[in-house]
């Protein structure tokens, strides 16, 4: 099979595809996790989740990414951390949003654990001392995104083609057999288009519509310094946020250390197309958060910011598993502002269809045909 | 001659001078150790692009030795503050 | 809302201020430096110009400040279209500063080109130009026994001048054999008398200048002590080695341009002869941005001279697209004709000093590339073999250039590295991988934090001058 996209769902996909006994062969326009998966934060998150299929796809991704990290020399090639998160809320209301929120999560098999405010700081020392309180996901994790992508690659031992551009699908009748690339024709008893926020343009070529658009994301990050905070670290209104369908910024900022000594504060949500231009608006808001969240960062430097593209659908559901309109053609993109934390389960479920094996998790809800077609 | 204090020892200055040119003509090389490597460092660039020469001057770490003036009675120490 | 602000109080920056002030407009000069001039013209507190070349030139330019508003100690870190020059000024006590425009002029000159060695991040190594700002800026020597090396004329002004100081210079070592250069510097009166006084120089303080010749290993435990100079065939590579003993290195190989503010703002670049990423710009110093120009080594590396010229084009053109007082046309004419001179100068220079490929020969797989992250040159192969191809994509998985000088002292030879694996030498594309700095300097997040929302609705822009 070939897989379209070297990042970390593509990589992930190899990796499960090979371990099925596939021959796996990757083709990247660019370099191995160049894409979005170079611009993301790598946090494998459940807690973030409303109870529905993504809130499933991450708890079975998150039992997925603790395996793979206890295999041998997979979790510290990857900086496969399970740190935790600890939600905050600054009011009672909060609270108790929280509170209704994680007894739903419970019921998909996500552990919650209530903070009272008096303990939040035996969580996180430097915490805002005027916080309401908060909830613990043990389940949350955290890897190394670029670092994740380039060692499932390597571990699948699939053939990776760096630098090379798939421009057509090969069909013979309505059926895809392959790809055509820049350097050649590759021919393929399954195509896997996991071309991220380019997941439209790559479905287009094989004559089918998948709604794929760029969410764009700013990451701050900050001079290094010893360690400061422990676990990841973010406000209740994110929850909120990450289901939005606002058009405008928002941001709740995630907070977390790095094994480099950096903070990464981010990241904030903007449907803006393809523009790279930095926005004082979003760098503003996601350093009032973090200085919220922690005063001391006030004082810390930030040394760096970047931006990446989240690809998302209108419905804000990854697109996962074959394509009835394109015999030959699987999908695993659409992985918005998750694809990171979702990409173990993705590939997982893409190699239990592919090798027929009945699937640990229904794929209905994420069928790529489930849009309405437009002209 | 104006001196501030490093690490405890006077260092003498010209008024004008940066605290790293101050620490250099004094004959401190470096003042700071990497945070993996554990490795000395000092001047590198002088002209505030390389970051090597962090300082901490009266309690304002990673300042860059060779852009900041050195002021009478200053207290200076190397590093940065994950050092 | 000044009519312009000028980024730079370097040689082209000075001249463009003035120019454009001259002119009539309403100019801000912004600049890191706590004194102005730049690179070239960096000086003591109490300076007669003794070590300078051009020095009245300078003095000139800074009389003329007071015809406007000249902001020294303020680092730019961003620039928004529009413009809103986003600055941060006090060296222990920061402030954030914004300050909005109709036009600017970008001058923020280079920084030192380095390449790596074995060794070179030992105390005591440093750049060609940090070892001559100590000398300019500060009056200090940075060692007494000193090895100059790496390529380009500059070497020279750097070893007399340490020397004329009192340091002993235990060796100029030039990698390239630049035999057919003299011919150029022949045709510039100025530059002629210049290498005749480096010459005199060299002979008078008994200075080794070898060319052909490099450092390829510093040698000590926590400063140099000793340096491996290995004799270069062609290519560079080594062919024949001595140890020198010396407790300082100045190491240059030509100068990497500053284009992260014009790179905010979307500049279009091109790749110069040397191998550097410059702003493209045309025959009045215009970007691809309207509105913006820019002058001096952000658009090529060529000296002084060529920045002051460049400068005073972009001054008078800014102030004759905002209906100031037209130039002189003879005047410009006089201007472009020794900006033609100039440049045709500096492509001799670039073509007689070429960095080339050998220079990766004396890596080992244990040499630090990136100091900052300390990503060795074993990690960057390693990144390589993972799927990287080229500087950007090895930042991602090695951490070279991720630190806090965001890739500026191992951008260039990280490019190398990385390309050559795939056998290919850098494109302007890898070099653009390693020159975007969305934050230019540091900036805390309380400033970061207390921007206000709508600056541009802001009457008045904060001006501390
Ligand atoms: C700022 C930000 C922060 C984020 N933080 C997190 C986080 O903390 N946790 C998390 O889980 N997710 C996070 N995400 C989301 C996550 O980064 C993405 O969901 C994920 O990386 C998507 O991976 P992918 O493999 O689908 O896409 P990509 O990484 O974009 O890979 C797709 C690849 O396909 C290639 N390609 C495209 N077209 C072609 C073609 N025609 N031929 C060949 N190759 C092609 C591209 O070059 C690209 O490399 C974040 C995203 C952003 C922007
Ligand atoms: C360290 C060093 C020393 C040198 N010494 C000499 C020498 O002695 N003789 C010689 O012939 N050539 C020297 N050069 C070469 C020098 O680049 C040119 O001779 C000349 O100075 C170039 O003039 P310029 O105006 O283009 O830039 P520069 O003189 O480099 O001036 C650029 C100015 O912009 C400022 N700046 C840059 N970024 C920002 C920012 N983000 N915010 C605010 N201000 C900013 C800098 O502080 C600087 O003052 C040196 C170069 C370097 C790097
Ligand atoms: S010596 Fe490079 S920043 Fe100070």
Redesign the pocket.
């Known amino acids: 099979m070939v897989i379209?996209?070297?990042?970390?769902?593509?990589?992930a996909c190899a990796y499960y595809a090979a371990r099925a006994g596939l021959t796996v062969t990757v083709?990247?326009?660019?370099a191995v996790?160049?894409?979005?998966?170079?611009?993301?934060?790598?946090?494998?998150?459940v807690s973030d989740k409303e109870p529905g299929p993504e809130l499933d796809l991450a708890v079975l991704s998150s039992a997925r990414w603790a395996e793979l990290a206890a295999e041998d020399g997979l979790g510290a090639a990857v900086e496969y951390e399970p740190k935790g998160g600890l939600v905050v809320a600054e009011t009672e209301e909060g609270v108790a949003g929280l509170a209704g929120l994680a007894v739903e999560q419970r019921a998909a098999g996500v552990d919650a654990v209530e903070v009272p405010a008096a303990e939040l700081t035996g969580y996180e020392p430097h915490l805002a001392p005027d916080l309401a309180g908060g909830m613990f996901y043990p389940q949350d994790a955290q890897v190394q995104?670029m670092l994740a992508?380039a060692h499932l690659l390597r571990a699948s031992g699939a053939e990776v083609r760096t630098g090379?551009?798939?421009?057509g699908m090969l069909r013979s009748g309505d059926r895809v057999t392959g790809v055509r690339?820049d350097r050649g024709d590759l021919a393929a008893g399954a195509v896997v288009n996991?071309?991220?926020?380019?997941?439209g343009?790559?479905a287009a070529l094989a004559g089918v519509t998948v709604p794929i658009l760029p969410r764009?994301?700013?990451?701050l990050v900050t001079e290094p310094l010893p360690p400061l905070i422990r676990h990841k670290v973010y406000a209740a209104e994110y929850v909120a946020n990450v289901a939005s369908d606002d058009e405008g910024l928002e941001s709740s900022a995630?907070v977390e250390g790095t094994p480099a000594g950096t903070i990464l504060i981010?990241?904030s949500r903007e449907r803006v197309g393809f523009d790279r231009t930095l926005s004082m608006a979003a760098l503003r808001r996601l350093a009032r958060q973090a200085i919220r969240l922690f005063p001391a960062l006030g004082d810390v430097a930030a040394i760096r910011a970047y931006?990446?593209?989240?690809?998302y659908c209108p419905d804000h559901l990854p697109v996962i598993g074959p394509d009835p309109r394109a015999e030959g053609l699987l999908h695993?993109?659409g992985?918005?502002?998750?694809?990171?934390?979702?990409?173990a389960a993705t590939g997982h479920l893409l190699a239990q269809s592919l090798t027929g094996a009945p699937p640990d998790l229904d794929l209905h809800p994420f069928r790529p045909d489930r849009f309405p077609e437009h002209p | 001659m104006s001196q501030f204090v490093f690490e405890g020892r006077p260092v003498p200055f010209e008024p004008g001078q940066s605290i790293g040119a101050a620490l250099t003509a004094a004959g401190i090389r470096s003042w700071r150790t990497t945070r993996f490597g554990g490795r000395p460092r000092g001047l590198y660039c002088g002209i505030g692009v390389c970051f090597d020469c962090l300082v901490t001057v009266n309690d304002r770490p990673s300042l860059r030795a060779c852009m900041v003036e050195a002021r009478e009675g200053d207290t200076v120490e190397g590093g940065d503050r994950d050092a | 809302m000044r009519d312009l602000v000028v980024i730079g109080a370097g040689p082209a920056g000075l001249a463009a201020a003035v120019a454009a002030a001259t002119a009539g407009l309403d100019v801000a000069l912004v600049d890191a430096g706590r004194r102005p001039g730049g690179q070239y013209y960096r000086h003591h507190a109490a300076e007669t110009g003794r070590l300078h070349h051009d020095w009245d030139a300078f003095v000139r330019l800074r009389g003329a400040l007071d015809r406007l508003t000249y902001l020294p100690g303020h680092r730019v870190w961003h620039v928004e279209d529009g413009f809103t020059v986003h600055a941060l000024t006090g060296d222990r006590d920061e402030r954030p500063v914004r300050i909005g425009a109709r036009a600017l002029v970008v001058a923020t000159g280079a920084h030192d080109r380095s390449l790596p060695f074995p060794g070179w991040d030992l105390p005591g190594v440093l750049t060609a130009g940090g070892a001559q700002a100590l000398l300019k800026g500060d009056r200090v020597t940075a060692g007494e026994r000193i090895v100059v090396a790496g390529t380009g004329p500059f070497l020279l002004p750097v070893a007399t001048g340490l020397a004329g100081a009192g340091a002993t210079i235990a060796g100029v070592f030039e990698a390239n054999r630049p035999y057919g250069f003299a011919r150029h510097v022949a045709r510039h009166p100025d530059k002629a008398r210049e290498g005749a006084g480096y010459a005199a120089l060299l002979a008078r303080h008994r200075i080794p200048y070898r060319t052909g010749h490099a450092v390829v290993a510093a040698h000590g435990d926590d400063r140099v002590e000793a340096v491996t100079v290995a004799r270069l065939d062609r290519d560079w590579a080594p062919v024949r080695e001595r140890v020198i003993a010396c407790d300082t290195v100045a190491v240059g190989h030509g100068f990497t341009p500053q284009l992260e503010l014009p790179l905010q703002l979307g500049c279009a670049t091109r790749m110069d002869a040397d191998g550097s990423l410059v702003v493209a710009v045309d025959v009045a110093q215009r970007t691809s941005v309207p509105g913006v120009y820019a002058a001096g080594e952000t658009t090529g590396v060529g000296g002084a001279q060529l920045s002051l010229v460049e400068g005073e084009l972009a001054g008078l053109a800014v102030a004759e697209a905002a209906g100031g007082v037209a130039p002189d046309p003879a005047g410009v004419q006089r201007l472009l004709a020794r900006r033609r001179r100039l440049r045709a100068f500096a492509a001799a220079m670039h073509a007689a000093y070429p960095v080339r490929p050998g220079w990766m020969d004396r890596l080992r797989d244990d040499t630090l590339v990136c100091r900052c992250e300390e990503v060795t040159c074993g990690r960057l192969a390693e990144a390589a073999e993972l799927g990287a191809t080229g500087p950007r994509s090895a930042k991602l998985l090695s951490r070279a250039g991720m630190g806090r000088c965001q890739g500026r002292v191992c951008g260039y030879a990280t490019a190398w590295l990385t390309t050559g694996v795939c056998g290919r030498i850098p494109g302007p594309e890898d070099l653009l991988g390693t020159a975007r700095r969305p934050i230019a300097q540091p900036v805390r997040l309380r400033d970061l934090a207390g921007e206000p929302e709508n600056p541009r609705d802001e009457n008045h822009p904060i001006n501390p001058a």
Do not use: S
């Open positions: 379209v996209g070297g990042g970390v769902v593509g990589a083709v990247e326009r660019g996790a160049g894409g979005t998966t170079g611009a993301g934060e790598g946090n494998l998150l995104p992508a090379v551009t798939v421009t690339t996991a071309a991220g926020t380019w997941g343009e790559v764009r994301g700013f990451i995630v981010g990241a931006c990446g593209f989240r690809p695993a993109c992985h918005e502002g998750a694809g990171i934390g979702l990409a």
